[in-house]
Every structure is written in C-alpha cells, then in structure tokens.
C-alpha cells in the first residue's frame, strides 16, 4: 500500500508529466507524443531526445499530406532566423506560402545581391485551428512572419543578422503612441529588453522591398507593419493593414498572409 507521501509524490509526478506533454504540445506538437512515449522508459530524456528526432523527421514526410511544408532551415536566399524555428517545427506553411515566400527572397537577392531573408514564427505541421501561441491567428498554414533587414552602425548590410536573439521584440516605433495606453491589450512594449538588443538600424531600403515585392504578388492577401513604419518607408497599398490596437505590435516583425 502506498503511504500518503507517496500518494502526494505520485500525484506531483503525474501532474508535472502532464503540464510538461501540455506545453511541449503545444509549442511544437510533437514534442507532447515525444515525451509519453519517452514515459515507458528508463533514460527518458535521452529517449525523449531520440524520439523527438525520429518524430521530427518523419513530420517532414507526413506533414505534406496534411498540406504543409518545411520552410528551408538554412536555405541561401531565405532561411530561419534561429535553428529554434526549425528544431520546435514551427516552419511548415502550406506549399503556396512556400512558394511565395521562396519567390520573394530570390527577388530580393537579385534585386540585391547577397540578401538573405530571415523567417521566423511559421505555422505547425499539422491540423488546421491548431494555433501557434502565442500567434492565435498562425493555425492554418497560410501565416507567415519575416524579419526586417538590418544594418551595422556604419549603414552597411548585415545579412541574415537581426536586432534581437529570436527576431521578435525590437521594436522601431516605441516612441509612436497610436494606441490608447490603458487598453487591455496583447500589444507587448517590452521597453525593459529594448537596451539588450543589438546597435542595428533598420535597412529601409531591402525593408520597403520586401513589402513591395510581396504586395504586388497575387497570392498574399494582407500584410501586418505598423503604420509609423509603413510612412518612414513610404509604402502604401490595400493590402498593408494595420492589426488594431489588441493584438501584438508590428514594428519588429512584417506579417505575411495568402
Ligand atoms: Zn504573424
């Protein structure tokens, strides 16, 4: 019989395993399978490591029939911002998106040479209405963030280089109040971070390319950037939108969708 401290430590153990199968699900999907099939044995992180491989590579062949693709992970025109990206499967699109965003870079880098365009937050490989947190509309494999090119300190081109670690979180127009302050909202300043990150100015230039060459392309429906950055860059169209007040900022990031 068990006594009631091992009762309390069981009930931990189960609890703590189902948190854990919870967030690894959803942050990568796999992850949650992963980790109950890693239960049945004795060395379970080196066999939730092992299993979290052999699952990520077969998602590579079965994603396709649920009608997403990887993004290439290190590609020569276009790429992940970080291996994160790649490792936690959050860069399957669906084929169109692929080629899309695919086209675009290989304009960029002709238009410019040396151009490397960063991808960062994708979709996940499976089920539609699958959200990837915390981007509730990124569920249907037709969503897709890219990074802004940057600068060094001279002006000079820093290819495949943001301003933060994840790509995420610098912001541009911090300084541009558009929204009411006391608005619940998911609009994160983070003005705490914004000394960590790296002395790059935007490159205005590729930037405003970017967002050119993928709105005239028929494919994309809507784009997200902040309308301080969509003046400073001097773009306009239909399909730039601005996301609203309650949802997060795009001064960091661009939102691609088909
Ligand atoms: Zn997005």
Redesign the pocket.
């Known amino acids: 019989m068990l006594s009631i401290a091992n009762k309390w430590v069981l009930t931990l153990k189960v609890f703590g395993h189902g948190i854990g199968i919870l967030l690894a699900t959803l942050l990568t999907q796999i992850g949650g399978l992963a980790w109950i099939i890693a239960l049945m044995f004795r060395r379970r992180l080196l066999a939730f490591l092992l299993i979290y491989v052999g699952l990520w590579s077969a998602t590579l062949v079965v994603a396709p029939q649920f009608g997403r693709v990887p993004l290439p992970c290190h590609g020569a025109t276009l790429r992940a911002q970080s291996l994160f990206y790649c490792a936690t499967a959050r860069h399957y699109v669906s084929p169109d998106l692929a080629e899309v965003a695919q086209d675009a870079a290989d304009e960029m880098a002709q238009r410019y040479p040396g151009t490397v365009t960063l991808y960062l ?1 994708a979709n996940l490989p499976f089920w539609d209405g699958f959200p990837l947190l915390p ?1 509730l ?2 569920d249907d494999g037709e ?3 890219l990074a802004f090119y940057y600068t060094d300190e001279l002006g000079a081109y820093l290819p495949g280089k943001t301003r933060s670690l994840i790509g995420y979180w610098a912001f541009e127009a911090l300084d541009q109040h558009i929204c009411p302050e006391k608005w619940p909202t998911l609009r994160w300043d983070f003005a705490w971070l914004q000394p960590l990150w790296a002395k790059r100015p935007l490159e205005p230039v590729r930037t405003g390319a970017l967002v050119q060459i993928l709105a005239a392309d028929p494919r994309i429906s809507k784009l ?1 950037l902040e309308p301080p950055m969509a003046e400073s860059l001097v773009l306009k169209g239909q399909k730039l939108r601005f996301q609203g007040c309650r949802a997060a900022r795009h001064d960091d ?1 661009l ?3 088909l």
């Open positions: 937050d981007h509309s990124h969503k897709l963030d997200f990031h939102h691609v969708q």
